[in-house]
Protein backbone atom coordinates (compact mmCIF):
# COMPACT_ATOMS: atom_id res chain seq x y z
CA UNK A 1 0.00 0.00 0.00
CA UNK A 2 1.39 3.57 -0.93
CA UNK A 3 0.15 4.94 2.79
CA UNK A 4 -1.68 8.05 3.28
CA UNK A 5 -0.73 10.48 0.66
CA UNK A 6 -1.19 14.04 1.22
CA UNK A 7 -0.63 17.68 -1.25
CA UNK A 8 0.31 19.67 -2.01
CA UNK A 9 3.58 19.05 0.58
CA UNK A 10 4.16 22.60 0.34
CA UNK A 11 1.80 25.64 -0.24
CA UNK A 12 2.64 29.14 -0.22
CA UNK A 13 0.05 31.94 -0.22
CA UNK A 14 -0.67 35.13 0.43
CA UNK A 15 -3.34 36.07 3.48
CA UNK A 16 -7.11 36.22 2.24
CA UNK A 17 -6.31 33.51 -0.29
CA UNK A 18 -8.30 30.10 -0.27
CA UNK A 19 -6.35 27.12 0.77
CA UNK A 20 -7.09 23.74 0.05
CA UNK A 21 -5.83 20.88 1.47
CA UNK A 22 -5.94 17.01 0.18
CA UNK A 23 -5.69 13.87 1.53
CA UNK A 24 -6.12 10.05 0.72
CA UNK A 25 -6.62 7.89 2.97
CA UNK A 26 -5.08 4.17 3.44
CA UNK A 27 -8.04 2.21 1.15
CA UNK A 28 -9.86 0.11 4.15
CA UNK A 29 -9.50 2.40 7.03
CA UNK A 30 -12.79 3.17 8.24
CA UNK A 31 -10.96 6.62 10.47
CA UNK A 32 -9.87 9.42 8.92
CA UNK A 33 -8.47 12.17 11.30
CA UNK A 34 -6.77 15.93 9.90
CA UNK A 35 -4.52 17.46 12.16
CA UNK A 36 -2.30 20.58 12.68
CA UNK A 37 1.40 20.81 13.99
CA UNK A 38 3.19 24.00 15.20
CA UNK A 39 6.29 24.64 17.27
CA UNK A 40 4.18 26.11 20.08
CA UNK A 41 1.25 24.37 19.97
CA UNK A 42 2.39 20.91 18.48
CA UNK A 43 0.00 18.18 17.20
CA UNK A 44 -3.30 19.55 17.23
CA UNK A 45 -6.46 17.61 16.05
CA UNK A 46 -8.78 19.62 14.17
CA UNK A 47 -11.32 16.97 13.29
CA UNK A 48 -12.09 13.15 12.58
CA UNK A 49 -14.13 11.38 10.10
CA UNK A 50 -15.64 8.02 10.47
CA UNK A 51 -16.89 6.62 7.27
CA UNK A 52 -16.91 9.48 5.44
CA UNK A 53 -19.16 11.24 8.38
CA UNK A 54 -17.46 13.89 10.25
CA UNK A 55 -17.85 12.68 14.13
CA UNK A 56 -15.79 15.95 16.11
CA UNK A 57 -15.05 19.09 14.38
CA UNK A 58 -14.22 20.70 17.79
CA UNK A 59 -10.72 21.71 16.85
CA UNK A 60 -11.67 23.06 13.92
CA UNK A 61 -10.16 27.03 14.77
CA UNK A 62 -12.74 29.07 13.39
CA UNK A 63 -15.24 29.17 10.52
CA UNK A 64 -12.43 30.14 8.10
CA UNK A 65 -11.97 25.81 8.23
CA UNK A 66 -13.61 23.36 7.20
CA UNK A 67 -13.55 19.91 6.18
CA UNK A 68 -15.00 17.32 3.79
CA UNK A 69 -14.79 13.79 2.90
CA UNK A 70 -17.00 12.78 -0.32
CA UNK A 71 -16.11 8.82 -0.51
CA UNK A 72 -13.94 6.78 1.22
CA UNK A 73 -10.75 7.56 -0.08
CA UNK A 74 -10.68 11.53 -0.62
CA UNK A 75 -10.73 14.28 1.83
CA UNK A 76 -10.22 17.92 2.26
CA UNK A 77 -9.38 20.76 4.52
CA UNK A 78 -9.92 24.45 3.11
CA UNK A 79 -9.03 27.86 4.82
CA UNK A 80 -10.81 30.63 3.67
CA UNK A 81 -9.72 32.99 4.05
CA UNK A 82 -5.99 31.87 5.17
CA UNK A 83 -4.27 34.10 7.54
CA UNK A 84 -0.53 33.92 8.52
CA UNK A 85 -1.49 32.47 12.16
CA UNK A 86 -2.89 29.46 9.53
CA UNK A 87 0.55 29.18 8.98
CA UNK A 88 1.93 25.51 10.45
CA UNK A 89 2.42 21.67 9.08
CA UNK A 90 -1.23 19.88 8.57
CA UNK A 91 -1.28 15.75 8.39
CA UNK A 92 -3.72 13.67 7.97
CA UNK A 93 -4.17 10.01 9.12
CA UNK A 94 -6.31 6.89 8.87
CA UNK A 95 -6.80 4.37 10.94
CA UNK A 96 -8.73 0.77 10.79
CA UNK A 97 -9.99 1.22 14.05
CA UNK A 98 -9.76 4.81 15.59
CA UNK A 99 -11.29 3.47 18.73
CA UNK A 100 -9.70 1.13 21.72
CA UNK A 101 -5.97 1.57 20.50
CA UNK A 102 -6.39 2.23 16.82
CA UNK A 103 -2.82 3.32 15.60
CA UNK A 104 -2.95 5.99 13.25
CA UNK A 105 -0.96 6.32 10.12
CA UNK A 106 0.48 9.87 8.95
CA UNK A 107 0.58 11.12 5.63
CA UNK A 108 3.85 12.91 5.34
CA UNK A 109 1.99 15.98 5.96
CA UNK A 110 1.26 19.82 4.09
CA UNK A 111 3.64 22.72 5.11
CA UNK A 112 1.32 25.28 4.61
CA UNK A 113 3.14 29.28 4.46
CA UNK A 114 0.82 32.40 4.63
CA UNK A 115 2.45 35.67 3.94
CA UNK B 1 -7.91 20.81 32.17
CA UNK B 2 -6.64 17.66 30.31
CA UNK B 3 -2.36 18.11 30.00
CA UNK B 4 0.31 15.94 28.74
CA UNK B 5 3.53 16.74 29.23
CA UNK B 6 6.38 15.41 27.57
CA UNK B 7 10.23 17.16 28.53
CA UNK B 8 10.65 20.08 26.08
CA UNK B 9 14.37 20.17 26.04
CA UNK B 10 16.17 17.85 23.97
CA UNK B 11 17.91 14.82 25.43
CA UNK B 12 21.71 14.07 25.00
CA UNK B 13 22.54 10.33 25.03
CA UNK B 14 25.86 8.91 24.59
CA UNK B 15 25.82 5.77 21.44
CA UNK B 16 24.87 2.61 23.22
CA UNK B 17 23.40 4.32 26.60
CA UNK B 18 19.65 3.22 27.18
CA UNK B 19 17.54 6.47 26.90
CA UNK B 20 14.69 6.92 28.75
CA UNK B 21 11.85 9.53 27.71
CA UNK B 22 9.05 10.64 30.28
CA UNK B 23 5.13 11.36 29.78
CA UNK B 24 2.87 12.22 32.32
CA UNK B 25 -0.33 13.35 32.04
CA UNK B 26 -3.30 14.88 34.24
CA UNK B 27 -7.06 14.51 34.22
CA UNK B 28 -6.93 11.53 32.19
CA UNK B 29 -8.45 8.18 32.57
CA UNK B 30 -6.92 6.78 29.18
CA UNK B 31 -7.12 3.41 28.60
CA UNK B 32 -4.06 3.03 26.67
CA UNK B 33 -1.27 4.74 25.50
CA UNK B 34 0.85 5.21 21.87
CA UNK B 35 4.38 6.05 21.48
CA UNK B 36 5.69 7.47 18.00
CA UNK B 37 8.46 8.58 16.07
CA UNK B 38 8.63 11.81 14.10
CA UNK B 39 11.98 12.57 12.00
CA UNK B 40 12.65 16.23 10.70
CA UNK B 41 9.82 16.85 7.64
CA UNK B 42 8.23 13.34 8.20
CA UNK B 43 4.85 12.49 9.86
CA UNK B 44 4.69 10.60 12.73
CA UNK B 45 5.23 7.05 12.98
CA UNK B 46 3.84 4.34 15.14
CA UNK B 47 5.90 2.22 17.49
CA UNK B 48 3.78 0.88 20.64
CA UNK B 49 0.43 0.66 21.95
CA UNK B 50 0.20 0.22 25.95
CA UNK B 51 -2.74 -0.84 27.34
CA UNK B 52 -4.09 0.56 31.17
CA UNK B 53 -3.98 -3.09 32.37
CA UNK B 54 -0.28 -3.78 31.08
CA UNK B 55 2.64 -2.80 33.06
CA UNK B 56 5.21 -3.06 30.80
CA UNK B 57 5.41 -3.35 26.18
CA UNK B 58 8.41 -4.66 24.47
CA UNK B 59 9.62 -4.55 20.73
CA UNK B 60 13.22 -4.98 20.10
CA UNK B 61 14.87 -2.42 22.15
CA UNK B 62 12.30 -0.50 22.83
CA UNK B 63 10.75 -0.69 26.15
CA UNK B 64 7.16 0.86 27.17
CA UNK B 65 6.00 1.21 30.61
CA UNK B 66 2.82 2.55 31.95
CA UNK B 67 2.03 3.63 36.03
CA UNK B 68 -1.37 4.95 35.94
CA UNK B 69 -1.27 5.43 39.63
CA UNK B 70 1.64 7.91 38.72
CA UNK B 71 -0.20 8.65 35.80
CA UNK B 72 2.86 8.71 33.96
CA UNK B 73 4.76 6.43 30.75
CA UNK B 74 8.54 5.88 30.69
CA UNK B 75 9.32 5.04 26.97
CA UNK B 76 12.98 3.13 26.29
CA UNK B 77 15.29 2.67 24.04
CA UNK B 78 18.30 0.05 24.80
CA UNK B 79 21.83 0.21 23.39
CA UNK B 80 20.98 3.38 21.40
CA UNK B 81 21.78 4.29 18.15
CA UNK B 82 22.31 7.66 15.93
CA UNK B 83 19.71 6.22 13.95
CA UNK B 84 17.45 6.43 16.85
CA UNK B 85 17.89 10.44 16.74
CA UNK B 86 14.24 11.87 16.84
CA UNK B 87 11.66 12.66 18.08
CA UNK B 88 9.12 11.01 20.32
CA UNK B 89 5.50 11.57 20.69
CA UNK B 90 3.40 9.90 23.11
CA UNK B 91 -0.70 10.46 22.54
CA UNK B 92 -3.70 9.29 24.44
CA UNK B 93 -7.47 8.86 23.75
CA UNK B 94 -9.11 12.39 23.89
CA UNK B 95 -11.49 12.70 26.53
CA UNK B 96 -15.28 12.25 26.23
CA UNK B 97 -15.39 9.07 24.19
CA UNK B 98 -14.11 10.68 21.53
CA UNK B 99 -11.81 8.64 19.04
CA UNK B 100 -9.12 10.95 18.45
CA UNK B 101 -5.85 11.15 19.85
CA UNK B 102 -4.33 13.96 21.99
CA UNK B 103 -0.86 14.45 21.37
CA UNK B 104 2.11 15.55 23.56
CA UNK B 105 4.77 17.87 22.06
CA UNK B 106 7.20 15.61 22.20
CA UNK B 107 10.78 15.13 23.38
CA UNK B 108 13.60 15.43 20.53
CA UNK B 109 15.81 12.81 21.30
CA UNK B 110 19.82 12.83 20.28
CA UNK B 111 22.17 10.05 20.17
CA UNK B 112 25.44 10.99 19.84
CA UNK B 113 28.12 8.47 18.22
Known amino acids: DAGVIQSPRHEVTEMGQEVTLRCKPI?????LFWYRQTMMRGLELLIY????????DSGMPEDRFSAKMPNASFSTLKIQPSEPRDSAVYFC?????????????FGEGSRLTVL | SQKIEQNSEALNIQEGKTATLTCNYT??????LQWYRQDPGRGPVFLLL?????KEKRKERLKVTFDTTLKQSLFHITASQPADSATYLC????????????FGKGTHLIIQP
Open chain 2, 91 to 102: ALLSGGGADGLT
Open chain 2, 27 to 32: NYSPAY
Open chain 1, 27 to 31: SGHDY
Open chain 1, 49 to 56: FNNNVPID
Open chain 2, 50 to 54: IRENE
Open chain 1, 93 to 105: ASSPDGRFGGELF
